[in-house]
């Protein structure tokens, strides 16, 4: 999909989040459900701003960003190679986001539900689709598991992130089965999560000596 398009979609989709916010808003207080905790329940309020404004601004904002990122990196050649990747990623952010929206507009209009058995499964899609484009990412600045040491070397790069990227698919596979049992989720996506970025750390850097031994032998 060309980044032109994405831009379009999310743009479009962004005024629609404010014009339903501010169509709904007549159906709302003034303090609105703005956080749930760990058994999904609500658990911190906030403005109308904060309810029905501040996610469909992050957005428009972060999307466009993340579509202009690559315009800037010197590897910027790299990032095209994987450029349709990248912008799915970025497409399904921006509705993730909406998703999101949609469910707090929802809450604070009196439909009340477990906010986190709606959110699980849509936060397992998400790590599944990071590790989808990882293991496809070439070496840029922005973009992947970016150490010291797969910056530095191109077979680094490409082994460290073929392992990341299937690290964090099992993440989110393991996030979506926790709807079995909906308060472990929080845990089994942090442990999970944070466990493949540390592991795909540790192995960039044994990798980079791996590759270093033979160049110097």
Known sequence: MKTRTVLIIVLSVGIIMLVASTLLSRQ?????????????????????????????????????FLLFVPKIDPLKANIESFRSEYNLFVLFFAGFMVYVHSLTLAWNIGLHFSMNTLLIPAFGLFFILTGRMIRKAKRNFFIGIRTPWTLANDE????????????????????????????????????????????????????????????SN
């Open 28 to 64: 709302m207080g003034a303090n609105l459900a703005t956080h749930w905790n760990a058994a999904g329940e609500a658990d911190g309020y906030g403005s109308n701003f904060m309810g029905l404004y501040l996610l469909p601004v992050i957005t428009i904002v972060m999307t466009a």
């Open 156 to 215: 680094v790069w490409g082994k460290t992130h073929q392992l990341g990227g299937k690290l964090f698919i099992v993440s989110g596979l393991l996030t979506a089965a926790s709807i079995i049992y909906p308060p472990a989720a929080i845990w089994v996506l942090l442990t999970t999560g944070i466990g493949a970025a540390i592991v795909s750390t540790i192995y960039s850097y044994v990798v980079f000596r791996e590759v270093e031994g033979k160049i």
